[in-house]
């Protein structure tokens, strides 16, 4: 049973960055495609970043040039560096893993418990 835990989330200004990490135990993450998702308050959860566990990557088009989602094979944790940060990021950030990538919450098996980002304006 592979578990998730996020870390890394915060208050930050808008056009500023953060780091957020997925540490995982039970499980090597290189076996598996993960995911970064986000949920706003009264929205539904939907897909940041993608990473095939070949290394191909896929970004929502709100992410695209600001984000990005790295591994460490060594550490068994992913990444989601993000960068010039907006109010409209807030949200709970979550990571997933699962058998394959993709957009849909539903391919993916194993979820963390999320980390809260706020971008104040």
């Known amino acids: 049973q592979v578990q998730l835990v996020e870390s890394g989330g915060g208050l930050v200004q808008a056009g500023g960055s953060l780091r957020l990490s997925c540490a995982a135990s039970?499980?090597?993450?290189?076996?598996?495609?993960m995911g970064w998702f986000r949920q706003a308050p009264g929205k539904e959860r939907e897909l940041v970043a993608s990473?095939?566990?070949?290394?191909?990557?896929d970004y929502a088009d709100s992410g695209k040039g600001r984000f990005t989602i790295s591994r460490d094979a060594a550490k068994n944790t992913v990444y989601l560096q993000m960068n010039t940060l907006k109010p409209e990021d807030t949200a709970v950030y979550y990571c997933?893993?699962?058998?394959?990538?993709?957009?849909?919450?539903?391919?993916?098996?194993?979820w963390g418990q999320g980390t809260q980002v706020t971008v104040s304006s």
């Open positions: 997933a893993a699962g058998p394959y990538s993709g957009r849909r919450l539903g391919i993916y098996n194993y």
């Open positions: 039970g499980g090597t993450l290189s076996r598996y495609a």
């Open positions: 990473s095939s566990f070949s290394g191909r990557t």
